[in-house]
């Protein structure tokens, strides 16, 4: 066991050093990877050391490297090691959540996360939190309490969700296996900025209530994934409280800005969420897969998930059970490496990095401004810069990315904006530097 580990280690390590000269998106053939990988399962053992490096030769290179300097797509994954030692030794003791009796000391770790984010967010210390794998079953988990709240947690077919058309696509998937039928999420047109206009909202929500809906939820984004654009959250707050709506606000890339002054300033309104998603695994620099739920009335998560049966009636009571804040019943110790991580770098460290994310992308948008031939669409905000090449028609945006990715170097990606393909750099990687962003760009050029 321990030779098998050390040979893990190293090769995980070997790897980390070389991120800087491996290809940031590594596509694999089907029928190769098959060849390799595929076939009945064997009956007999085989000799550990030559499956791992099946393992480390023929899976784990294809694919893309969310931790790349140069992976600028979606919104990367910068983890860190010190998550990496975290997350194994959680695998390694096969930590349990569950419950407080099944897991008393992961869950004081995950409690005390949890508010260490709420108090990151400015939420009352009052309210709570789960964590969860991520913004997509973040926000079912969200919206699952919201309609708790404001619906008893019954279907209600003249509900009515308000959301921009820039939302994530996740608040539409969540609100179908919640029940919600296509036509109950309202997707109202962006302003020339990408932002949910809280006027659009109230014009909205007084034609529903005319025609004899009920409004009961505006989803906000603190944080676009196409542009980085975050939503006017003071001022949909004022009317959600107004009219007592419910405030969702899917942070999942962009609320740990608040860490840094620039960030702060851009997501004010953030504390007045009703209930907010956000993932570490993005902007918290950790492996997959950790998001974390906000949600503002204590006890709605139990109220919304709680669970009886027999064979739980030796795991109750304690100072928490979360098996009854989401959906999970058997959950590992994701919380370990976030804990672990601020524990070991400080938090100062992280804020610093949240800033480096910042000020690349308006790094980018400045070379974008200087070279010529290229137009900013949408500038740099929250770690994230939209551009396109100017003589180039939508077609020739996305060779442009396709041949950035080809050539292995760097990784953008593309995205539609104000009708238009657009190429778009997401730099939110503390390992970039500007160096990096500036020869992805030339890069871009030639290709």
């Not at 998937?173 to 047109?189: H, K, N, S, Y």
């Not at 976030?338 to 100062?348: D, E, Q, T």
């Not at 994230?384 to 041949?403: L, N, W």
Request: charged share 20%; hydrophobic share 45%.
């Amino acid at each position: 066991m321990r030779r098998l580990g050390y040979l893990v280690v190293d090769r995980i390590v070997d790897h980390l050093e070389a991120l800087p000269d491996l290809p940031p998106i590594r596509a694999g053939d089907a029928a190769a990877l098959r060849a390799a990988l595929g076939g009945p399962p064997p009956e007999q053992p085989g000799d550990p050391e030559r499956a791992l490096e099946l393992l480390f030769e023929q899976v784990l290179p294809f694919g893309q490297l969310g931790d790349h300097p140069r992976f600028f797509a979606r919104v990367g994954s910068p983890s860190n090691y010190a998550g990496v030692l975290a997350d194994a030794a959680a695998a390694g003791f096969n930590v349990f959540t569950g419950s407080w009796a099944g897991g008393a000391g992961a869950a004081t770790v995950e409690l005390v996360v949890v508010d260490w984010l709420r108090a990151l967010c400015g939420l009352p210390p009052e309210s709570e939190g789960v964590l969860v794998t991520g913004g997509s079953t973040g926000t079912i988990t969200a919206l699952a309490a919201a309609r708790t709240a404001r619906l008893g947690g019954r279907l209600a077919p003249d509900a009515v969700v308000y959301a921009s058309d820039q939302a994530h696509a996740s608040n539409a998937r969540a609100l179908a296996v919640l029940g919600f039928a296509p036509e109950q999420l309202r997707p109202l047109p962006a302003d020339a900025a990408f932002r949910l206009a809280p006027a659009a909202v109230r014009d909205a929500l007084e034609a529903d209530l005319a025609a004899g809906r009920r409004p009961f939820c505006v989803v906000a984004t603190a944080g676009t994934t196409s542009s980085g654009a975050v939503d006017p959250l003071a001022e949909l707050a004022d009317l959600c409280a107004e009219r007592g709506l419910w405030l969702h606000v899917d942070g999942a890339y962009g609320a740990p800005a608040v860490l840094c002054p620039a960030g702060r300033a851009t997501l004010g309104g953030l504390e007045r969420a009703d209930s907010l998603v956000l993932d570490p695994h993005k902007w918290l620099f950790q492996p997959y897969e950790i998001g974390c739920v906000l949600v503002r009335e204590p006890g709605l998560l139990e109220r919304t998930f709680a669970l009886e049966g027999a064979y739980l009636r030796d795991v109750t009571g304690g100072e928490v059970n979360f098996r009854d804040r989401s959906l999970q019943l058997t959950r590992g110790g994701r919380a370990l490496k976030l804990w672990l991580s601020i524990r070991v770098f400080g938090l100062a460290a992280f804020r610093d990095a949240v800033a480096r994310g910042i000020a690349l992308a308006e790094h980018a948008e400045a070379v974008l401004r200087r070279r010529p031939g290229w137009e900013v669409v949408s500038p740099a905000q929250l770690g994230i810069v939209c551009f396109r090449r100017s003589a180039g028609d939508d077609g020739e945006q996305s060779r442009i990315a396709d041949a950035t990715v080809r050539d292995g170097f760097a990784a953008p990606s593309t995205t539609v904006l104000g009708g238009r393909v657009v190429l778009r750099l997401c730099t939110i990687n503390p390992r970039t530097t500007f160096a990096d962003v500036e020869r992805t760009i030339e890069r871009m050029e030639t290709v």
